[in-house]
């Protein structure tokens, strides 16, 4: 086998703005308050690009599926999918969500029960019935359409105009192309940034919502060492699968994972409130169906509630990290599908599995409020929002086996989540030639590695805030790229199909 060597204008540049970072997180006196401050400047000055751009994207991925791009296939016109088309939604669904759904489906609707936007009262009978929709709303049909615009670019670079995989750079084009030079080193560091950033966002909330689970388990509070332990374990576990490269052992047990969660949905959805979830489900439904529009322009400049800024921005913020990553891994499995599968997967099918979610958990966190059985909105305000989901999990019938279910999907699914990107973290660092090079074991378990020191950074500086910064701040640069993305997928397109002239 060849010695894979790194890239190092790609690693070098990445690695010592990670360690920057961390090392300025964790020294900076006050740094929870400055990172708060920043990301207000950011996400106040550019909540129109991120609210305008998400919005583009996804008209224009409306617009493409159903224009006479829509049936170009990937891949040569005779050539079958790879995957049934059950496992290939899957494994999108499975690698675009991880396992933040299961923590925000919980926690959001009840920060927007007592934050609420459109200057609603706060914990109101107006406030309850809004706060399942936005939470669709940002893990819903724009969200998932920053994930198909790298994706269809990607997927028709590699299996159409048949270059590398897996550098993102050689999927815009000619702008690319001078990738042997700078301009895609720069493209393609700033993809590993922001991947990072990302999986910063991810770990941040992860890490305190496993470790209050199991503080309960174990009757002990939770502290900073029980969640650094935690975190530890965590990347213990998926540095070794990265370093062994268990990809098929992690398959068997992600598809182990895909059957629990969807076992502890329905058992919430039966064991709870069924009709009444079922019923939120609709009326939420009706609203985001009737105010999408609003909510995709909704800056609030007046009453400067910052309810857009702190929610949606850095929602699109944290999508679009991880837009890029998803387009290589969706760009691999998506062979002998056309621009219209590969959109509506990614679009209705995505968006209503999150909704089921929303649906299902995020209705009974509301029901528990609204009924007065649990004031789920005062433990998010005295012990936050990890304390919230505890709570609700151990309002539920045999509430001592989901716990411990809880989280073994939760340690699961992200140890999975995080084996894939560090794999995929050294496969843009690594030198391709013109074969595809397998990034080193060490180089895998080293990005591993990466990621849990900077997790450790954000959770020593603790707060919403910082987690929520780490994935705006890296989000920025990528819109562009993305805009990269889109302009050489139509120039792809235009030059492959021309319009047969009229006669
Ligand atoms: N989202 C929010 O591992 C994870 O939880 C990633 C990222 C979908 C962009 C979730």
């Given amino acids: 086998m060849r010695k894979a060597r790194i890239e190092p204008g790609i690693f070098w540049p990445g690695l010592v703005s990670v360690i920057t970072v961390t090392a300025i997180l964790i020294t900076l006196p006050n740094a929870e308050n400055k990172a708060a401050s920043l990301l207000a ?40 999918p790879d995957f049934s088309t059950f496992s290939w939604i899957a494994m999108l669904f499975n690698a675009g969500i991880g396992s933040s759904l299961f923590y925000w489906a919980m926690a959001e609707p009840v920060y927007y029960i007592s934050g609420p936007p459109f200057g609603i009262a ?24 920053t994930y198909a615009i790298p994706a269809l670019a990607i997927a028709y670079s590699f299996h159409v105009r048949k270059s590398a995989l897996l550098r993102p750079s050689s999927a815009c084009g000619h702008i690319g192309q001078r990738a042997g030079g700078w301009v895609g080193k720069i493209i393609d560091l ?65 598809d182990f ?38 909510m995709s322009f909704y800056t609030d400049p007046i009453l400067k509630s910052g309810f857009p800024q702190n929610w949606t921005v850095f929602y699109w913020a944290w999508w679009i990290t991880w837009a890029v990553y998803m387009g290589l891994f969706v760009a ?49 305000e005295q012990q936050g929002a990890a304390e919230v989901i505890a709570a609700i999990l151990s309002s539920l019938p045999a509430a001592g086996l989901i716990l ?44 591993a ?14 707060g919403l805030r910082v987690v929520q910064l780490s994935s705006v701040i890296t989000a920025v640069p990528i819109i562009f790229i993305l805009f990269i993305f889109i302009f050489s997928l139509f120039k792809w397109l235009r030059e492959d199909h021309p319009l047969k002239p009229r006669n």
């Fill in 41 to 80: 400047a950011i996400t106040h000055s550019f909540d129109w690009l991120f609210l305008g751009s998400v919005f583009a994207m996804f008209i224009l991925l409306l617009w493409l599926a159903f224009s006479r791009y829509g049936k170009v296939k990937f891949g040569a016109p005779d050539d079958a």
């Fill in 122 to 145: 706060p914990n109101s009978g107006e406030s309850l019935e809004w706060a399942v929709v936005y939470g669709m709303f940002h893990w819903g049909f724009s969200a998932w359409g």
């Fill in 190 to 254: 700033t993809i590993v940034i922001g991947l990072v950033g990302g999986i910063g966002t991810a770990l941040g909330v992860n890490v305190p919502m496993v470790s209050t689970l199991v503080g309960k388990m174990l009757d002990r509070p939770d502290s900073l060492q029980m969640q650094i332990i935690i975190l530890v374990i965590w990347t213990a576990l998926f540095g070794t699968s990265a370093y062994l490269g268990l990809r098929r052992g992690i398959k068997k047990l992600s």
């Fill in 257 to 294: 994972n895909a059957i629990t969660s969807i076992a502890l949905l329905f058992f919430v959805l039966l064991a709870g409130p069924t009709l009444f979830i079922l019923s939120n489900f609709t009326n939420s439904m009706g609203l985001l169906l009737n105010n999408f529009p609003r």
């Fill in 332 to 380: 691999r499995i998506s062979k002998g599908r056309t621009i219209r599968e590969l959109i509506c997967a990614e679009l209705v099918c995505g968006s209503l599995g999150c909704f089921a979610y929303f649906a299902v958990f995020g209705g009974y966190a509301v029901y528990l409020e609204g009924q007065g059985a649990l004031s789920l909105t005062k433990i998010l």
């Fill in 404 to 447: 411990p279910l809880f989280v073994l999907i939760c340690i699961i699914s992200q140890a999975t989540g995080l084996d894939a990107a560090a794999y995929t973290l050294a496969a843009i660092c690594t030198r391709q030639s013109d074969h595809f090079d397998e990034p080193a074991p060490w180089h895998r378990l080293f990005w």
């Fill in 449 to 462: 590695l990466v990621l849990g020191t900077m997790a450790l950074g954000l959770l020593v500086v603790g």
